[in-house]
């Protein structure tokens, strides 16, 4: 995609991605859009592609737990700008940051 900036100059513009790990079941109402492409990732998420073959859901049994898991699975052009977790799991983020090197989010 581009972008006009000041004068009409093209900017070229960058989506921002985000993985969203949660317990929640699958509804996507229950699911914030914190970003411009995003991949869900929980134990009632299944492993789901679009058409062209991206990410839109992973199952992830136990959650952060298995995080490098769910890492392995995405391709670079889709690895995420941001990793979001929900729903009571943030004894584990300051660990996982140092070792994904991705920021992350726990949102309650």
Not at 43 to 52: K, S, V
Not at 64 to 79: A, G, M, R, T
Request: charged share 20%.
């Amino acid at each position: 995609m581009v972008l006009l900036g000041p004068n009409n100059a093209k900017v070229a513009f960058t989506p921002m991605r985000a993985l969203i790990l949660t317990n929640s079941p699958v509804s996507q109402t229950d699911i914030p859009r914190v970003a411009d492409e995003q991949i869900i990732a929980g134990p009632a998420w299944p492993d789901a592609q679009d058409l062209e073959g991206r990410w839109l859901s992973l199952r992830a049994p136990t959650g952060v737990d298995e995080l490098d898991v769910v890492l392995s699975k995405i391709p670079h052009y889709q690895w995420p700008d941001q990793i979001v977790i929900l729903e009571g799991q943030e004894t584990k983020v300051v660990s996982l940051e140092s070792a994904t090197h991705v920021p992350m989010a726990y949102c309650a």
